[in-house]
């Protein structure tokens, strides 16, 4: 079956049965075209029967639900492949958000994607894992830690996150010499809600330029301008 609809294929037998159709796998029935097409539509959360009927339309061929599940199910392995496959030793980095999202289940409800992003000493961003849970919280991130450890992480500098209560703690029980830092957003976010209105945007405008500078001593000098807008003294040692 291909996106061209039924095609009968004749393969040439030889002596030994050792001949390869580079174009369609040995005993394969589709093509991956096809299959790519089915797994997208059940993962916008088109049901197993609606797809059937899909492809019948498009493609004059008929594919039951359970033959749908199963080219879906194929997903499934890869998702396990993805939580068990080793890690590096060393992150220079490892981002810790969750975003929430409309999934299927019985129902469709907001459930929350937590990610876990690491960044290599050398500059390269790595999806590390990823859990599925009706509600973010900072157990859920341990859990995904431990599991991170015992796929060969060892040691991690630093770890950024937004205000989850619990969520710093969870990283030292696991990773006790990791320092923790807040994202620079929500930190502005917190800013924002004790500045008064009429001097936010001088203020706000005055923090957007500190994580863009790229040296140490001119994010310092920054900082030190921060705190003549802000007119209060900032201990930089401690921030």
Request: aromatic share 6%; hydrophobic share 40%.
């Amino acid at each position: 079956m291909t996106s061209y609809g039924k095609i009968t294929v004749d393969v040439p037998r030889d002596r030994n049965g050792e001949f390869q159709l580079p174009s369609l796998p040995t005993r394969k029935q589709r093509v991956d075209s096809l299959e790519t097409t089915i797994i997208q539509l059940y993962q916008r959360g088109v049901t197993t029967h609606q797809i059937a009927e899909l492809i019948e339309q498009v493609y004059d061929h008929c594919h039951t639900p359970a033959t749908i599940s199963k080219i879906a199910a194929s997903v499934s392995n890869q998702v396990k492949q993805f939580h068990k496959r080793p890690v590096a030793k060393r992150y220079a980095i490892i981002f810790c958000d969750a975003v929430y999202v409309n999934l299927r289940r019985d129902s469709v409800a907001k459930e929350s994607i937590h990610v876990l992003l690491g960044i290599t000493p050398e500059g390269h961003k790595e999806i590390l894992d990823y859990a599925i849970l009706p509600s973010e919280s900072a157990l859920n991130y341990a859990d995904m830690l431990k599991s991170l450890k015992m796929r060969e992480l060892e040691q991690v500098l630093f770890f950024v996150s937004d205000g989850l209560v619990g969520l710093p703690d969870a990283v030292q029980n696991e990773f006790p010499r990791a320092k923790h830092q807040s994202c620079w957003v929500n930190l502005m976010r917190a800013v924002n809600r004790l500045v008064r209105s009429s001097e936010r945007k001088i203020v706000l405008d005055a923090l957007k330029r500190v994580p863009l500078l790229p040296l140490y001593v001119n994010s310092i000098a920054s900082l030190r301008m921060c705190q003549e807008v802000l007119g209060e003294c900032i201990d930089l040692d401690n921030s």
